[in-house]
């Protein structure tokens, strides 16, 4: 009776799917509650067998390997993956603290909820993160990102330990586009409750005995609501201007390492 894998194709299995696991669980969406843990798990199966019989791989390992020389093999994997991931945490994060930006200037910072992906984010946080999600599944994004998973066996071949200096730039010329593209995003409504700011200012000095504090808050929650209203197209546009440089960039970061 035939079996149904080699030692080298069950070796060569654990190391696909070693870096699959890290690709995926780096991606907050992926550890969400909302996707049932079944899923995640055939899911993880099903694109590491199909890497593994479509995918032409490169490696020169040996076959027969100590458990210490396994588990840091695994332990490299894990890590490669974490590193795909981190790119796209990054867009997410440039998402979220725009979000933080806007939530300062309607004075919303105080409303904070828990969430367990995320820890303690503000309200237009969660919708900021929320609108990426969406926006990276309806622009066909994810395909990109499935497909540089895929790439990236064949420009870094599996029981590579150790990254190039090229990468470790990389990561810190990206980990500063985080703060860029948050103040772009943010900026035209953040402007608009700056101004509103400083015409209460003006209105508080000019007659005193209105109270500003009480009609501020209101209104500054309700012209942020209004803008983001009227301006959440330039959220979309921007965030899906942002989304292919993200699939350049993902492209760019495999090929350098």
Known sequence: MKAPFTPQEALLLV??????IGVFFSLPFFNTPFLPRNIKILLLI?????????????TSLPISLTLLQLFFLIAAELLMGFALGLLV???IAAFSYAAEIISYFMGLTVANSFDPTYGQVSVLSKFFIMLFFMLFFVSDAYGYFISVLFMSFEYVPLGRIGFEEGFWKFILKH??????IAFKLAFPFALILYLINLSLALVNRLIPQINVFIVGLPLQIF????????????????GLDYLQSLAQSLVTFIKGM
């Open 15 to 20: 190391l696909v799917m070693s870096r699959v």
């Open 89 to 91: 945490n990054f867009f």
């Open 175 to 180: 980990s500063f586009d985080i703060f860029i």
């Open 223 to 238: 012209v942020g609501f209004a803008a983001l209203a009227v301006g959440v197209s330039v959220i979309v546009y921007g």
């Open 46 to 58: 099903a694109i590491s067998f199909f890497i593994l019989k479509n995918v032409s791989l490169h």
